[in-house]
T-cell receptor, first 111, second 115 residues
Framework: GQNIDQPTEMTATEGAIVQINCTYQ??????LFWYQQHAGEAPTFLSY????GLEEKGRFSSFLSRSKGYSYLLLKELQMKDSASYLC????????????FGAGTTVTVRA | GAGVSQSPSNKVTEKGKDVELRCDPI?????LYWYRQSLGQGLEFLIY????????KSGLPSDRFSAERTGGSVSTLTIQRTQQEDSAVYLC?????????????FGPGTRLTVT
């Protein structure tokens, strides 16, 4: 089976930085994904890592260490609109398109 | 362009009734996925279609659940004899062919409540 762990909740101040960690134990690995989901809305794609290292995309960055089964999503210069649930997901095999999701981390940004 | 659409957005049904949930993927997307999201839990994979065939049905929780896809486009998820534990948000997603298949585009979901 697949086991994907991330913290349940995090709170940060507007303008600050927050790092959401995700650890995984899966039967295989072919990519780690981060999605953002605002309350009552569909998840939207943020990032995809398949090789070790840091991928930067504007205020958001995602890091992957395959040997450690570890990823993080870094949100910089937090804005109120960043308050949402952040979902970590793993694809186990190249020809297996389904994603296994963690339970999500709810980030609350306070003024 | 149009995104993934799902209907109905909300469905309340009585225990024991059958329900059908519909998904219209993004035009041209060959892959289609169904997930469900229960309160406080992560998205749970149900079934995956490539074209009209379903190579992976491993996530369907019981034989009360079935899904089909026709014309490589619209998909219907059917739940027979609904139970209260079926209450959840059912999300559909679609993706294009490799090498751009890594991004799944999600619909807004159908919130199913079984009373």
């Amino acid at each position: 089976g697949q086991n994907i762990d991330q913290p349940t909740e995090m709170t940060a101040t507007e303008g600050a930085i927050v790092q959401i960690n995700c650890t995984y134990q899966t039967s295989g690995f072919n990519g780690l994904f981060w999605y953002q989901q605002h309350a009552g809305e569909a998840p939207t794609f943020l990032s995809y890592n398949v090789l070790d290292g840091l991928e930067e995309k504007g205020r958001f960055s995602s890091f992957l260490s395959r040997s450690k089964g570890y990823s993080y999503l870094l949100l910089k210069e937090l804005q109120m609109k960043d308050s949402a649930s952040y979902l970590c997901a793993v694809r186990a095999r190249a020809n297996d398109y389904k994603l296994s999701f963690g339970a999500g981390t709810t980030v609350t940004v306070r003024a | 362009g149009a995104g993934v659409s799902q209907s109905p957005s909300n469905k309340v049904t009585e225990k024991g009734k059958d329900v059908e949930l519909r998904c219209d993927p993004i035009s041209g997307h060959t892959a289609l996925y169904w997930y469900r999201q229960s309160l406080g839990q992560g998205l749970e994979f149900l079934i995956y279609f490539q074209g009209n065939s379903a190579p992976d049905k491993s996530g369907l929780p019981s034989d009360r659940f079935s899904a089909e896809r026709t014309g490589g486009s619209v998909s219907t998820l059917t739940i027979q004899r609904t139970q209260q534990e079926d209450s959840a948000v059912y999300l559909c997603a679609s993706s294009s062919s490799p090498p751009n298949d890594y991004e799944q585009y999600f619909g807004p979901g159908t919130r199913l409540t079984v009373t």
